[in-house]
């Protein structure tokens, strides 16, 4: 069965520091997706990256980088120079590419606090 | 463009009261989807719809009904609200298979 872990409940860092969410994943398949989305103190839900399983290249956009290892399961997303603006929930989320519908699972989320 | 939009934004039910949540999307996406979202516990899967005329259950789906009788419209149900339903709801639309889903804003359900 697929499961997303998230094992960081809560990080709490001051403004201008780097920051890394960790996210590990389980799954049978071999083809499948992972997500990063954000949910800031407003409530709602923002998608941020998706990455296919044939793709390990990293990403960057901006702030954001997303590193993708097949090898140890992860993919954890870093924040450059933190803003306040990135204080937010932030969920990883993965799934399956054979019965799509049904294979869309979240983590817990991270609770990211930037202070100023 | 409006995107998903959900309404109500918020309810407060007694239990036992019924009620029907609309969710809307402009995008033409074939999937639709019902989550819940309880503290700690992040997005749980309701139900969801891989097109006009389908439903089928998700992780969570005691409790609640769902239809989807156009595209771009996916109602959820409760015949019967419980306390156990007090939750943040969030529907979502896709392009199959393995694209992103995009969500509405929530609803805020209470039952008292």
């Known amino acids: 069965a697929q499961k997303v872990t998230q094992a960081q409940t809560e990080i709490s860092v001051v403004e201008k520091e780097d920051v890394t969410l960790d996210c590990v994943y389980e799954t049978r398949d071999t083809t499948y997706y992972l997500f990063w989305y954000k949910q800031p103190p407003s409530g709602e839900l923002v998608f941020l990256i998706r990455?296919?399983?044939?793709?390990?290249q990293n990403e960057i956009s901006g702030r954001y980088s997303w590193n993708f290892q097949k090898s140890t399961s992860s993919f954890n997303f870093t924040i450059t120079a933190s803003q306040v603006v990135d204080s937010a929930v932030y969920f990883c989320a993965l799934s399956e590419a054979k019965n799509y519908g049904q294979n869309f699972v979240f983590g817990p989320g991270t609770r990211l606090s930037v202070l100023p | 463009n409006a995107g998903v939009t959900q309404t109500p934004k918020f309810r407060v039910l007694k239990t036992g009261q019924s009620m029907t949540l609309l969710c809307a999307q402009d995008?033409?996406?074939?999937?639709m989807y019902w989550y819940r979202q309880d503290p700690g516990m992040g997005l749980r899967l309701i139900h969801y719809s891989v097109g006009e005329g389908t439903t089928a259950k998700g992780e969570v789906p005691d409790g609640y009904n769902v239809s989807r009788l156009k595209k771009q419209n996916f109602l959820l149900g409760l015949e019967s609200a419980a306390p156990s339903q007090t939750s943040v709801y969030f529907c979502a639309s896709s392009l199959p298979p393995g694209r992103e889903q995009y969500f509405g804003p929530g609803t805020r359900l209470t039952v008292t």
């Open positions: 990455r296919n399983s044939f793709d390990e």
């Open positions: 995008m033409n996406h074939e999937y």
